[in-house]
C-alpha cells in the first residue's frame, strides 16, 4: 500500500530564507507527483506536477524535484515571503488503483 | 471561468440524516473526484468518475454513494450520516487521470452531531 509522508509537519523561518520541504513515499511506481497548497478554509490549488520521466519543475520561486528510485520528492522556496504562508501537500499518482495518495502536508509559516 | 464549485460551504448533520452535496465543473473535464479530509491528515479519495455513467470506489467509499449523469455535475450523497463522516469534502476534477492535474473545489465543512 502507497503511503505518503511529509517532513516537517510544521516550519516557522524569517522572510526571505530559502526553505526546502520534505516528501517521501513508500512504492516507486507512481505516474507522477504533485505538490498542492492549501490555505486556511480553502480548496486545494495546483502548484507543480512531476511526471515520472522527469527529474524536476519549476515555477517562478519554486522548484520541485523528483528521485523516483529512491521515493523522495522535495519543494524548494527561494526568497520566502510572507505570503507563502500555507499547507504545502504532496500526492503521488499511483499506477495501481487510479487516485491520488496524498501526505498529511507540512505547515508553513514566513514570518515578516 | 468558474472551475469546480461545490454547495453547501458549511453543513450540520443530526445522527441519521442524510444529505447530497453538490459539485459542478465548467471545465469539460472527464475525471471527478470525491475527497475527505481529517484534522491533520491527507486527502483519502471516496469515489471517482472516469465519465458520464461511469463511478468506481475509491479508498473510503463506505456510507457514501455518488452518480453522474452529466459531464458537469457529480454529487455525493450521504446516507444514515454518522459522526465519523464529520469532515471536510472536496471535488475535484481533471481532464483525464494520470498526466493531468486535479483542480479542486473550495470544500464543504460537515459536522454531524
Known amino acids: 500500500k502507497q503511503e505518503v509522508t511529509q517532513i516537517p509537519a510544521a516550519l516557522s523561518v524569517p522572510e526571505g530564507e530559502n526553505l526546502v520541504l520534505n516528501c517521501s513515499f513508500t512504492?516507486?511506481?507512481?505516474?507522477?507527483l504533485q505538490w498542492f497548497r492549501q490555505d486556511p478554509g480553502k480548496g486545494l490549488t495546483s502548484l507543480l506536477l512531476i511526471q515520472s520521466s522527469q527529474r524536476e519543475q519549476t515555477s517562478g520561486r519554486l522548484n520541485a524535484s523528483l528521485d523516483k528510485s529512491s521515493g523522495r520528492s522535495t519543494l524548494y522556496i527561494a526568497a520566502s515571503q510572507p505570503g507563502d504562508s500555507a499547507t504545502y501537500l504532496c500526492?503521488?499518482?499511483?499506477?495501481?488503483?487510479?487516485?491520488?495518495?496524498f501526505g498529511a502536508g507540512t505547515i508553513l509559516r514566513v514570518k515578516s | 471561468n468558474a472551475g469546480v464549485t461545490q454547495t453547501p460551504k458549511f453543513r450540520i448533520l443530526k445522527i441519521g440524516q442524510s444529505m447530497t452535496l453538490q459539485c459542478t465543473q465548467d471545465m469539460n473535464h472527464n475525471y471527478m473526484y470525491w475527497y475527505r479530509q481529517d484534522p491533520g491528515m491527507g486527502l483519502k479519495l471516496i469515489y471517482y468518475s472516469v465519465g458520464a455513467g461511469i463511478t468506481d470506489k475509491g479508498e473510503v467509499p463506505n456510507g457514501y454513494n455518488v452518480s453522474r449523469s452529466t459531464t458537469e455535475d457529480f454529487p455525493l450523497r450521504l446516507e444514515l450520516a454518522a459522526p465519523s463522516q464529520t469532515s471536510v469534502y472536496f471535488c475535484a476534477s481533471s481532464l483525464s487521470g494520470v498526466f493531468y492535474e486535479q483542480y479542486f473545489g473550495p470544500g464543504t465543512r460537515l459536522t454531524v452531531t
Open positions: 512504492d516507486s511506481a507512481i505516474y507522477n
Open positions: 500526492a503521488v499518482y499511483t499506477e495501481y488503483g487510479n487516485k491520488l495518495v
